[in-house]
Each structure stands twice: as structure tokens, then as C-alpha cells.
């Protein structure tokens, strides 16, 4: 065992929810094991290298849980994946379920020093790394991170040409399965640590219980399977995202369905994927399915029809979901969710789900997933209804704690167990949720507050942009000015004058107009799939030159 991961919510909840059924109150691998015994002929998963069914899925976990044993990994440690999506990843994360250790997965494509800082803070004991991932040797620089890290003592290398210090996973993998046998930790301990960058100098990571992934978040994804038959579902997103914690555990593990995995997202590969295996369910960011549409032929052949489009990760809009629900013929849902521990969606019953003047609604509050209540900002007192305040959330879902982060803890974290998300949101008289930004998310201009969001949902409606993302620079004189970095729709142009002419005609008040634009070919993405924001003001500034001079 490593660092001390502590639950902060009151255990009388936890066990609550174990004893009526809202949590299934087993570990990860126990679930998948009950999974595979019912339907062992099933596919599992999906990838570049095939299909894959349960009962052989399940074999190559059990001889890697064995090889990581033979290591000296066990229950507690913490382990670190960096893997592209693919059947590696999903056997890195059983394979630790069964030994009781605590997987701790961030995308590829994530930088030296940021990778440096999560194995610190997480004492983690291991990495298991994908050699190479297009530009990234990540096993190679986890070798040479190794003497900066007292507590790490094994990198794992996936793939070819395992750099000299590292052991390579196909070793691992070789070893029999027959004596081992699972640890069987407790639902309640923990099982994986989610990765968000979130407002803070350094990404935070939050540490989920077994209860948590299987059962809040296993719920979630309950709610949008209308027929109880095992999803076979489409992750656009990378695995090892907060966002991606949807797939093995509760996919495969929590509902016995398929994964389909794509390594690296391009448009084209995942409408390829759409038409090739028929996913039921899709889980992606606006931006994506936005690149997608435009990538279709006017006269494409229609696509076979999920149940639903899963959209989460950034703010959706009307304009998007109307389009995505005519092209893919099924119910568009917006989510709202974080690693934090938050979750809300509009589910099923409506193919694009409502707006008005504050934008797209995050639905209805499901307790089998978690409540949320609205707060004021600065005295954490629930408000009433129709009230914007921040938005707090807790149930099964919710997190332990915090990772090598007290402070974060005593932060966001009440004492009664309640999650402060950072979020502004108002719930209705109906019961409603709306988010309507973040606390942090300002653009400050000369002393008077821009929400981005604001201009972002405004600036979709525009007939000429097919994507914007709106970001705040540095400036001398007013201190922040508001840059909007759009990509124009085929054969359109846009001008700083069209944009103030479109917000004009919404109402948006001319303060709040944006003063800096950046035209793209694509929003870029992080490595967790969203809109890279960082990189995008870097862009800004480097357009204009320094705003900040």
C-alpha cells in the first residue's frame, strides 16, 4: 500500500446504497468474472487487432495480474497506465482490479513533467506505458523519470522495442495463470484514480471506489440502456479520460457489453466504425461529432442508428444536437460530468434536448447517480429554486478523496460528504438542472466579468462558424481581453465584425463582444478529447503577437 486514500463521504451512505441495491456492492473483477460466466462467448471488445470475447479477454488478464504479481505488485499500490485505446488498456485495467491494486490511467500525448507530477503525488509503484504512441515514447521517458521517483519501481512497456530498464508486458502476459487467484478487495476500497486538469497549477486526481465506478457510474449509463440488453458502445474518447472511466468498468464489467475502441480519433475512423459495428451507444465531445458531420457527403448513405449520442466534456449546443440527431437517427444526450463527482443528462426521452436563454439543460438529477443541490458560493447555504449558485453533488458516484491533495479536500469537499463542483447551475421549479458557467471560468476586462460560455452559446447560432471556443488573452491596458478561435463552416468566411453584428442581434451586451479572433481548420484537442484551451491562447497570442505588451 502506498498513499492513504481515505473516503470523505460518511460511511452510513456507502452502506446504504450497498444494502438496497444502488451499488452492486462487488469489486470490479468479481463483476466482469459473473459477466463472462454468464455469456463467455461474447465480445469484449472491439480494436484495430479484432474482436475479442469474454472468455479470452479474461485469460490474458489473469496471466498479466499473475506477471504483475510476480513483480511484487498487490492490493493498494498504485499503478499508472498510459495506453491509446485498445485491448491492452482494458487488460491493465482488469488485470489491477484483480490484484486490489489501483489503477491510475491518464491519456497518451501527455507531457514528461505532467506524467511526472501524477506518479509523484500518487506514490505509484508502476507505469505500464505504450513504447511508442505516434511522437511519444512514454515507456523510454518513464525509464529515465525513475531515479527523480523513489516509489516507482517498475515500467512496463507495451509494444515493440521495450526500452533497456523496462520490462516488457508481452513477458508479463506469458505468465500461467493457473495459481493465481483474485485479491477480492472490498467494493468500498478504491480501484481507480481519475485525472482532471480542472482549474488548478497541477491536474488533480480523484480517487473512485469500486461502488462508485460500478454502481453511481454504472447507473448512469443504466438509465440510457431502455431494454436491459449489454451495450455495445463506441468510445470516441480515450479510456483512461474521467469520461472514458465508462467503459471497462461499467461497460463491460457493471453491464456485460462490448467496447469499441478506436486507438487515435479521426472523423473518419469513427464513422467507419459507426457503419462497420453498429454501436448502440456513442461517447464523445461536441467538437468531435461536429468534425464528423462535416466529414459526411451530402448524400451519404443513412447510418445505422444508436440508441443514443453521448456528449459530454464541453458545452453543447442547439445547432449541434439538432444536426447530430438528424444525421446518426437517435436521441442526442447532453451530459454533464466531471472527475469530481458530478453527473446529469437529459437522457432518453427527448431527441435534442431543451434550451433556452441560458443554454441546453444537464437534466434531471438521477439519486441512483448522485443529487445535486445549489449553493451560495460563499456560504455553501442550499438555495431555493430559480437561484444560480454553485452546484454541489453527492451520491453513490461520488468520490473518496482527493490524491496527495489535502488542500484540494478542504477545498471542494464539505464535511457532510458533498462534492463543490467550481460550477454555477440553477435547478428549476421542475426540477431541472442548468449549468451556466464556472466560477473560475471569467474573463476579467477592465474590471467587468465575461463568461465565455455566454459568447460561446451565443456565437453557435452564427449560420457561417461550425465551431468556436472562446478564450481569454492577456492585455496590458484592460488586463484580459476575450479571443474567440472559430472554424468556419465550407466556403464561409468570418470577420470580428460579423461575430459583433450576430451576439448584437442575441442581446449580448457589447462589453462582453469578443475583441481578439483566431480562425482554425480544427479546434485542437487535449489528450482527454476536449478542446485544448492552453494551446489555444498560446495561439491567440502568438497571432497577434504578445498581448500582454
Known sequence: MTVVLHDLLPTELRRAWAVDGTCPDLDLYSLFRARLVADPHRTAVLDAKGALCYTALDRRVRSLAAGLQSLGIGPGDVVGVQLP????AVMADLALAALGAVALPFPVGRGVMESECLLRRSEAVAVIAATRHR?????ADFVQLRPALPHLRQVIAVGADAPGGAVPLRTLSRTAPGPFLPAR????????????????????????????????????LASLIPDATPPRCLFLVPLASAFGSNGTAVTLA??????????????????????SHRPTHVFGVPTMVRMMLSSLDPD??????????????????????????????????NLYGSADGV???????????????????AGRPDPMVTDIRITDPATHEPLPAGDVGEI?????????????????????????GWVRTGDLGVIDEAGLLRVVGRLKDIVIRGGANISPAEVERGLTSHPDIRDVVCVGVPDALMGERLASCIVARAGRTVDLASVGRHLTTL???????????????????????KPDRAALRTMVRASMGDCSQ
Do not use: W
Request: aromatic share 4%; glycine share 10%.
Open 300 to 333: 451519404h448513405e443513412p447510418l445505422p442508428a444508436p440508441t443514443a449520442i453521448v456528449l459530454g466534456g464541453a458545452a453543447l449546443d442547439e445547432t449541434t444536437a439538432a444536426d447530430a440527431a438528424r444525421a446518426f437517427g437517435c436521441s442526442v444526450v
Open 135 to 139: 511522437d511519444h515514447h512514454h515507456a
Open 85 to 88: 485505446n485498445g485491448r491492452d
Open 343 to 361: 453527473n446529469c443528462h437529459t437522457g432518453l426521452a427527448t431527441t435534442v434536448p431543451p434550451q433556452d436563454a441560458s443554454g441546453l439543460v
Open 392 to 416: 454541489e453533488s453527492r451520491g453513490p458516484m461520488s468520490p473518496m478523496c482527493y490524491v496527495g491533495a489535502p488542500e484540494l479536500d478542504a477545498r471542494y469537499r464539505a464535511p457532510d
Open 185 to 220: 478487495p472490498r467494493a468500498d476500497d478504491p480501484a481507480r484514480i481519475l485525472v482532471s486538469s480542472g482549474s488548478e497549477a497541477e491536474p488533480k486526481m480523484v480517487a473512485y471506489s469500486h461502488n462508485a465506478l460500478a454502481g453511481g457510474r454504472g447507473n448512469f
Open 507 to 529: 442581446g449580448v451586451e457589447r462589453r462582453k463582444h469578443p475583441e481578439r479572433l483566431l480562425l482554425l481548420e480544427e479546434v485542437p484537442l487535449n489528450p482527454a478529447g
Open 254 to 275: 457493471r453491464h456485460g457489453g462490448t467496447l469499441v475502441l478506436l486507438e487515435h480519433f479521426t472523423p473518419e475512423a469513427a464513422l467507419d466504425a459507426i457503419r
